[in-house]
């Protein structure tokens, strides 16, 4: 099966521009989980959607959405950029996230970069 | 929710010696705890998993060991390389909350 793929892989908007970043999950996969990563941060968990609804929300403001379509493909959006939304921004997938043990895999980010 | 702390933060050693990462949990649904190796500028990968009806488990060089009653998870390394730098996460979970740790930074000195 092929992986978790994030387009694009690179990004470089200015402050107050809008971003939109695509997660393709592993065939089959109907959870997809957002982390921001800084330099010498851990993984900041932003939300997960199963079936096209958001199930969990980390502690982010609105300007940083998301949403999931029929064929569990995710997109995160981030509106109003700040320097501070300089980042990588990591999606990952697993079955249901509902079921026990479920490992989650992780796509190979996409590194944002605000001036 | 659930709360995963990860100790320590940095960890530097020298090569051909064990390396141990620990981590507590707060959620006594948690029944799953992977962990997860990310070198620079990589994704986070998979290096092993152990599920609360284990014990311990062991895959060559790594292994994690996993106390319930203590709520604690911990992953030993032994005889490192250099290659085993990098950034270790550890996660907890139960039937729907995947939480991780704020990772360790691994050092392996030649």
């Known amino acids: 099966k092929a992986g978790v793929t994030q387009t694009p892989r690179y990004l470089i908007k200015t402050r107050g521009q809008q971003v939109t970043l695509s997660c393709s999950p592993i065939s089959g996969h109907r959870s997809v989980s957002w982390y921001q990563q800084t330099p010498g941060q851990g993984l900041q968990f932003l939300f997960e959607?199963?079936?096209?609804?958001?199930?969990n929300k980390g502690n982010f403001p609105g300007r940083f959405s998301g949403r999931q379509f029929s064929n569990s493909r995710s997109e995160m959006n981030v509106s109003t950029l700040e320097l501070g939304d300089s980042a990588l921004y990591l999606c990952?997938?697993?079955?249901?996230?509902?079921?026990?043990?479920?490992?989650?895999?992780f796509g190979p980010g996409t590194r944002l970069l605000v001036l | 929710g659930e709360n995963v702390e990860q100790h320590p933060s940095t960890l530097s050693v020298q090569e051909g010696d064990s390396a141990v990462i620990k981590c507590t949990y707060s959620d006594s649904a948690s029944n799953y705890f992977p962990w997860y190796k990310q070198e620079l500028g990589k994704r986070p990968q998979l290096i092993i998993d152990?599920?609360?009806?284990?014990g311990e488990k062991k895959d060559q060089r790594i292994a994690v060991t996993l106390n319930k009653t203590a709520k604690h998870f911990s992953l030993h390394i032994t005889e490192t390389q250099p290659e085993d730098s990098a950034v270790y996460f550890c996660a907890a979970s139960s039937a729907r909350q995947l939480t991780f740790g704020s990772g360790t930074q691994l050092t392996v000195l030649p």
């Open positions: 152990i599920r609360s009806n284990v």
């Open positions: 990952a997938s697993r079955p249901t996230g509902t079921g026990l043990g479920e490992t989650q895999y």
């Open positions: 959607y199963f079936s096209e609804t958001q199930r």
